[in-house]
C-alpha cells in the first residue's frame, strides 16, 4: 500500500495538464447550442483574473504601438520651418538746445539724445559755426568720462566737437546730454547755422544715424 501511494504521489507532481486543450474544450462547449428544453450554459462574470490581466497587457501594447507609430509621424515631419523676422530699427532721437543759463559772451550748446536700446557704438559730432569769436572752454557728458574719447577742432568754419565711444564700452537705453562749451563774439550769437550728426550701433548689430540743428 506505501507503494502504491509513492506512485500516485510521483505521477501526481510529473503531471501538466494540458491549458490550451482544456481552453479550447471549454470553448467548444460554451458556443455549442443547446439542447432542446436545456438551459443555456451561463458565461462567468465577472471575468477571471489572470483574463483581465491579459486584456489590460494587449491594450497596454496598442497603446505602446500607437505611441511610438505617432512619435515616428511627428520625426517623418523634420523640425518645424522657422519664419525669419527682420531685426526691428534702433530708434535714436536727438535734440539740439542753447543753455538757458549762457550770456552775451558765452554759450553752452546742450544735445540730448534718447536711445531706445543699448549702443555698442556711438559717435557725437557737434559743429558750432564761426560766427565771431568762437573759442573752445570746455564740454562734459553725463556719461562716464572714461567711457570716450573726445577732440575739440577747427573745422571748415566751424568749431568741431567729437565724442567717441570707446570700443569694448556700452552706452545704455536712456537719455544722455553731450555739452559743448565756448565764448563767442560779445551780444546775442545766432546758433541757427550750428549743426550735429550722431552715428550708433545697438548691440543687436543695427545701426542708426540722425541729424539735426540747433534752431530755435
Known sequence: M???????????????????????????????P??????APRRPSPRTPWLRVAGATAAAAVLAVGGYTVASVLQDEGPA????????????????????????????????????????????????????????????????????TVSVREDKGALRYTWTLRPGRTVPAGRHVFAAQYNHAEGGRDATGDRYAITSTAAGGQKATVRGDFAP
Open 81 to 148: 520651418a522657422t519664419v525669419a523676422t527682420p531685426p526691428h530699427p534702433v530708434r535714436v532721437r536727438a535734440e539740439g538746445v542753447i543753455d538757458p543759463h549762457s550770456n552775451r559772451f558765452w554759450a553752452q550748446s546742450n544735445l540730448t539724445v534718447t536711445t531706445s536700446e543699448p549702443l555698442t557704438a556711438l559717435t557725437v559730432d557737434l559743429r558750432v559755426v564761426q560766427t565771431g569769436g568762437i573759442a573752445d572752454t570746455g564740454h562734459w557728458r553725463t556719461r562716464p568720462a572714461g567711457d570716450f
Open 2 to 32: 506505501d507503494e502504491l501511494r509513492k506512485h500516485l504521489r510521483e505521477a501526481a507532481h510529473a503531471h501538466r495538464p494540458d491549458r490550451a486543450r482544456i481552453l479550447a474544450r471549454v470553448e467548444r462547449g460554451m458556443a455549442r
Open 34 to 39: 443547446p439542447a432542446d428544453g436545456a438551459p
